[in-house]
């Protein structure tokens, strides 16, 4: 069932995050933007809201099964751990169990995620330019006929599908993988620190007398448990972004340490902490869901087993 509730778990929060993921990833990847709200607005005006979901049909579709796998690598982990060490799956862990089990759940989602990830990346970084509004005409008009305009070629991904078989087809098997080494070191050390805060902090806010927080501590520690979680994810992030986004056009970077380097040589080091405002304003609200959908769905289906 653990894995059952964290698939539920994970589409609800991706349904909510994604509009701030996209702004995230632009943030990230394109050095016009001046900050959070520029992006916001150059996106609407260039393509209105259609611009933040670009690319949500793939991590709805996947999101299902890599956080089925998350939580359920993880609590699987966590038994065998306990079985292990203390004789009993159901034995109380130690801090160190949950952050091993934790890590372990962030290095085996990178093997699905890597993919869509590109995909993704690649359609949230391709803009489409809106045409000019006909609504105000020139003040004067033009003294000669303008020369017949070239048809404007499309965008070169029509879709998650189309952008996984054109990268599968330009840059072969590697591409769809393109920073998944990035993605690996980001994924390792925030999900063991995204289990191990919310265990903790579940624990500071369970009533006395219960075995359980209520709902507004689940709320509490999974929002918490979010935010610390991408805090110390964001560098990684940044550079995983920029890996899998470049591709469209000249590659500029020929591994993750050039990568780093480069960005921060032309950047600075702040470069490295771009969208860790938003990935925390985003993390809050996403994961508050997350754990109350899959802390729901377990207590239902504990309430039915008796």
């Not at 001046?34 to 999101?63: A, M």
């Not at 796998?69 to 060490?85: P, Q, W």
């Not at 920073?179 to 006395?208: I, K, M, N, V, W």
């Not at 550079?239 to 590659?251: E, F, H, P, V």
């Amino acid at each position: 069932m653990d894995f059952v509730a964290g698939a539920i778990g994970g589409v609800c929060g991706v349904a909510v995050g994604y509009p701030l993921d996209t702004v995230k990833v632009k943030i990230q990847t394109e050095p016009k933007y001046r900050g959070i709200w520029h992006c916001v607005w150059d996106t609407y005006r260039q393509e209105r809201v259609r611009g933040f979901y670009r690319g949500l049909s793939l991590p709805v579709c996947t999101v299902s099964l890599v956080s089925s796998v998350s939580f359920g690598t993880y609590r699987h982990c966590l038994a065998h751990i306990c079985r292990f060490r203390y004789g009993s799956p159901d034995a109380k862990p130690a801090k160190t169990d949950i952050t091993l089990s934790g890590f372990a759940s962030g290095l085996v989602r990178v093997f699905l995620t890597s993919p869509t990830e590109v995909a993704k990346v690649r359609l949230q970084t391709q803009t489409q330019q809106r045409r000019p509004s006909a609504s105000w005409p020139s003040a004067a008009p033009p003294l000669c006929p303008a020369p017949p305009s070239r048809s404007v070629s499309g965008p070169k991904y029509r879709g998650p599908l189309h952008c996984l078989a054109t990268v599968a087809r330009e840059e072969g098997l590697r591409g769809l993988y393109k920073g998944s080494s990035a993605l690996l070191l980001r994924d390792g050390h925030s999900f063991a620190t995204y289990f191990l805060s919310y265990t903790l902090l579940c624990e500071q806010l369970t009533p006395t007398g219960h075995s359980q927080p209520d709902v507004w501590g689940v709320l509490v520690a999974g929002g918490c448990a979010g935010v610390l979680a991408w805090a110390v994810a964001t560098p990684m992030d940044v550079i995983k972004s920029r890996l899998q986004a470049d591709g469209q056009g000249q590659r500029r970077y020929r591994g993750l340490l050039h990568c780093v380097v480069t960005s921060v040589r032309e950047q600075g080091p702040r470069v490295l902490f771009k969208g860790l405002t938003l990935n925390c304003c985003r993390a809050f609200p996403v994961n508050m869901v997350v754990f109350v959908a899959y802390e729901a769905v377990l207590r239902l289906v504990r309430s039915l087993s008796t």
